[in-house]
């Protein structure tokens, strides 16, 4: 690409960062197409997804269990505040319950995960990318995509939906505790209350969500990673910009999602 | 960045190209790999013309070039032996006995031997080049590219990795495409060298030839003075 054309264009200040973003969408597609074809082979490669699953899914674990543990317990002080004097507490297990699974569950184990396992992939394909590894690669017949990104998309988008269970599972039980230990709430109370309008499918749609956000978080770090360039700085800015456009998609496509299911599928 | 350049390399030939930084010889040979594509021109490897493949007949294409890389570019997530293993595992269905025996026997080519366990961030500039160098022979490659085989080497490392790369071809009749800016290394792996200048191949010869040329550009250069026709940058 030269003077003229799409980059000519693209010199116009108003238009430039539109076009940056189409092109950055466009590219995006490009790489999950790749990421279509090449998944027969890559599939095969289970020591890497293996390991690649122990890294994001094991490796998040202790902080996603932590953020879930606190999440719970403010959500239980804080629907405790709004209840008082107008919503019996029976309901305080049920409203827990229902906006951990369907909504603080899956967003802040993806949030969480996007930070730390985002930024791990982009740094580490950026890293590779610009010590010419990614280069070496290619000249060895070895396709970066199937030896690369799909392991790591795999296995994001397999671990996302565990550790979404797990910070479920911790988040309720850090609500319970506050309710039982500091809200003057029974036990019993508290899981009447979740049991009350439990349903299965609001902890599928979490869960169909997370699914979605483990395979964000995973493109945008090989995104934004392999497409680094100019050393450690560039690195950097591919770390930044895989974590940012991770954050922004998961809340745009959990909105998309939230949509669908509740306004369609299960309406 | 490079306009008009028309090289033809012949079997078993080891061609150096020198040239100041930021001419364009590393792109030229990204350009052989297919890892660069060309706006207008071709690129032919053993008749076949390499933009024009697919993603798949490139793959398969690669299998028989090696490139070294400046810095080495080992995967610093396995060791030196899974380095030169990989290509192995990954094109063959050799046995994991066979893998090792072949990794030992490439290793020991580059006097490399004992380090199959260590991590490449263990290893020194020299070695790193040298076990990158066993990696890029693994697969019996008909073809080798070298990037700056001797930079940021000591002299007595760079002369290993020159006579290394001078017996290769030698001995195994490997077609070699070496880039540098080190006359010293130039004047021992080359059959022919090129110049390229401005975007184009400025001058060609032997080593002799170009060690004798009046060319002003070519004296400058290989003489590394700052006077001359080429403008410091």
Do not use: W
């Amino acid at each position: 690409m030269n003077e003229t054309g799409v980059e000519g264009l693209a010199d116009r200040v108003p238009f430039r960062p539109i076009l940056n973003g189409l092109r950055d969408a466009g590219e995006v597609l490009l790489l999950i197409g790749d990421v279509f074809r090449e998944l027969p082979q890559g599939i095969r490669k289970l020591p890497l997804i293996v390991q690649q699953m122990v890294a994001i899914g094991i490796g998040s674990m202790p902080l996603t269990l932590i953020v879930a543990l606190f999440t719970g317990a403010v959500a239980a002080v804080q629907a405790s505040y709004q209840f008082r004097d107008y919503v019996p507490m029976i309901y305080l297990g049920t409203v827990i319950g229902k906006s951990v699974v369907i909504e603080l569950g899956p967003v802040l184990t993806a949030l969480v995960v996007g930070g730390r396992v985002g930024a791990s992939i982009a740094a580490e394909l950026g890293t590779m990318r610009v010590t010419e590894q990614i280069d070496a690669m290619e000249t060895m017949g070895i396709s970066p995509t199937r030896y690369l990104v799909v392991p790591r998309i795999v296995a994001a988008t397999i671990m996302l939906p565990i550790l979404t269970i797990f910070a479920d599972i911790v988040a309720i039980v850090g609500g319970y505790l506050v309710a039982v230990l500091t809200l003057d709430v029974s036990g019993h109370t508290f899981t009447s209350g979740l049991k009350l309008y439990f349903h299965l499918r609001d902890v599928f749609s979490g869960l169909i969500k997370s699914v979605f956000f483990g395979a964000i978080i995973s493109t945008m770090g090989c995104y934004y990673g392999l497409r680094s360039e100019g050393g450690a700085e560039g690195v950097g800015v591919a770390t930044t910009q895989a974590v940012v456009a991770s954050c922004l998609l998961i809340l745009i496509v959990d909105y998309l999602l939230a949509s669908f299911l509740f306004r369609v599928l299960f309406a | 960045m490079l306009r008009g350049v028309s090289l033809t390399i012949g079997p078993g030939e080891s061609v150096v190209i020198i040239g100041r930084s930021g001419t364009g010889k590393s792109v030229l040979l990204k350009h052989v790999v297919g890892l660069m594509q060309p706006d207008a021109g071709t690129v032919l490897v053993d008749g076949i013309d390499v933009p024009s493949l697919g993603h798949d007949e490139l793959l398969t294409l690669r299998k028989q070039m090696g490139m070294l890389f400046q810095g080495g570019a080992l995967f610093d997530s396995l060791t030196v032996g899974e380095n030169v293993g990989l290509p192995l595992r990954e094109h063959t269905d050799a046995e994991e006995s066979q893998v090792e025996m072949v990794v030992h026997e490439k290793l020991q080519l580059v006097g490399l031997e004992g380090v199959e366990h260590m991590r490449p961030s263990n290893l020194s500039g020299g070695m790193k080049k040298r076990a990158a160098l066993a990696r890029a022979l693994a697969l019996n490659p008909k073809i080798m590219l070298y990037d700056e085989p001797t930079t940021g080497l000591d002299p007595i490392t760079a002369d290993l990795i020159n006579r290394l790369i001078r017996r290769l071809q030698e001995r195994l009749g490997i077609t070699s495409i070496a880039v540098t800016h080190d006359m010293r290394s130039a004047y021992h792996i080359a059959d022919r060298i090129a110049m390229l200048h401005e975007g184009r191949i400025h001058a060609m010869g032997a080593p002799a030839e170009i060690q004798a040329t009046r060319d002003p550009a070519v004296r400058q250069f290989i003489e590394g003075s700052a006077e001359g026709p080429l403008l410091p940058t």
